[in-house]
């Protein structure tokens, strides 16, 4: 059996980190006049804070050490321990959430998903907006975090592609992957910190500038406005947003590389060339599209769809128009976006740029044989050989995740939902971008009105999608829990 002690403790350090967060938005409502509000965050934090410090007591015992099976349980459990008490005061507040629609809100906060059932943003208490981009802002770093340390450490869905080599190996790969992982911090600080003093000099107030930024770098997309972005009708604005979620969805290892001195790596790595390639074909092909087809003005239809595009691809799921209108061609584009992802070590989800890379590099390399059967071809990754386990982990992925994309939307399905809501809300969920497709959860739209089941289901899919499938699916497995 899998002993789950040093996971209750560090749970605990987590769910305690939370309460002290809490705090915040109680401050700010009780400075805006939501005395109720303001009580409720309080007496949140207090109930979290008493569950937090119970379970680090009782589960205390010398030096943590966590394998493997543990590893992916702390992802597992942490993750929905956060939504699970990120949701009371979404629950308890004026907003009247029941426990589904509470849990999917905070569901969708720490795993950077925009899908929102919360709508009247505009007047709404401002510390349940700063909670919302508190929640994504944290669960950004945090998914930053699982993709430098524990994917690749333990070699999920082809990121052992991308692991942090250490000269002693061991233990010794602690010191180097914490200080690693203090840099990336620094920098995702940074980033979040620039981009809201550009958006306050771009216009917004201070409040809104910080929000803004903390769901921009964090790639999650929550916004003051029920228009999102549109509501600020301003060009420097959309400039800015742009920037900064592809900025979050870069491999933030290789931007403290850059940072260091060292640029060249950044801008010469395959998956940010490809991630960035990619954007700018699309981009082009919808402003095209948007101009001979849909008869916007060139200036406009490259507003549009360089903005939303962005949006989607990275994850972020800001909006300025509603794309679900732009006819059969862009509605095939987005949803085909929406699984795309950034790229490894960003805060992106997604299936990621860099398994689109190692499929094509490997199916090139076949396909060069069958021409020339006798020819030595090797499939390459940054001028380096793909291993076969990575290949053979990347088609893995593929597979569970197309199975989960499948059995995501039968279920929405079942519950009475139109085609185009099942397959956009199921891809929207797995790959965390929020808004889908079709006249219910379109670009303008809400998950308020889908039944609870759909909402449990959406809520299961975007905590697979932020953790890479593998760590969440594994725990359903029998054996996984014994030995």
Known sequence: MIGLRPVVFLVGLLLSALAIVMLIPALVDLRAGFSHDASVFAVSSGFTLFIAVSAVLAARAGEIEIDVRQSFVLAALGWTAAAAFGALPLAFSDLGLGPADAFFQAMAGVTTTAATVITGLDGAPPGIVLWGALLQWF????????????????????????????????????????QILTGVGLIYVAFTAVCATLLWVAGMTGFEAVVHAMTTISTGGFSTSDQSIAHFRSVPVEIIVI?????????????????????????????????????????????????????????????????????????????????????????????????????????????????????????????????????????????????????????????????????????????????????????????????????????????????????????????????????????????????
């Open 139 to 178: 669960g950004g770093l945090g998914a930053i975090t699982i993709a430098i340390a524990l994917l690749p450490a333990f070699h999920v869905g082809g990121m052992q592609i991308f692991r942090v080599n250490s000269a002693g190996g061991g233990r010794r790969a602690l010191p180097r992957v914490a």
């Open 243 to 483: 920037l900064f979620m592809i900025l979050g969805s870069l491999p933030f290892l290789l931007c403290l590389q850059a940072l260091r001195g060292s640029p060249r790596r950044l801008f010469r790595d395959q998956q940010v060339l490809w991630f960035l390639g990619i954007l700018a074909a699309t981009v082009v092909m919808m402003t095209y599209w948007r101009w001979h087809h849909g008869g916007a003005p060139p200036w406009q239809a490259l507003r549009a769809a360089a903005f939303n595009v962005v949006s989607i691809i990275t994850g972020t799921g800001f909006t300025t128009a509603d794309y679900g209108t732009w006819g059969g061609v862009a509605i095939a584009a987005f949803l085909f976006l929406m699984v795309v992802g950034g790229c490894a070590g960003s805060a992106s989800s997604g299936i990621k740029i860099f398994r689109f890379l190692v499929i094509y590099e490997a199916a090139d390399a076949q396909i060069k044989r069958l021409i020339q059967p006798s020819g030595l071809f090797v499939a390459k990754f940054n001028e380096r050989p793909i291993p076969d386990a990575v290949a053979s982990a990347v088609m893995g992925f593929f597979f569970l995740f197309a199975a989960s994309f499948a059995l995501l939307a039968l279920g929405l399905g079942a519950m009475g939902l139109d085609l185009l809501t099942c397959l956009s809300g199921a891809a929207s969920a797995i790959a965390n971008v929020g808004p889908g497709l079709g006249s219910v959860i379109g670009p303008s739209g809400s998950y308020a009105t889908l039944p609870d089941g759909a909402k449990w289901l959406l809520s299961l899919g975007m905590l697979a999608g932020r953790l890479d499938l593998y760590t969440v699916l594994v725990l359903f497995v029998p054996a996984f829990w014994r030995g």
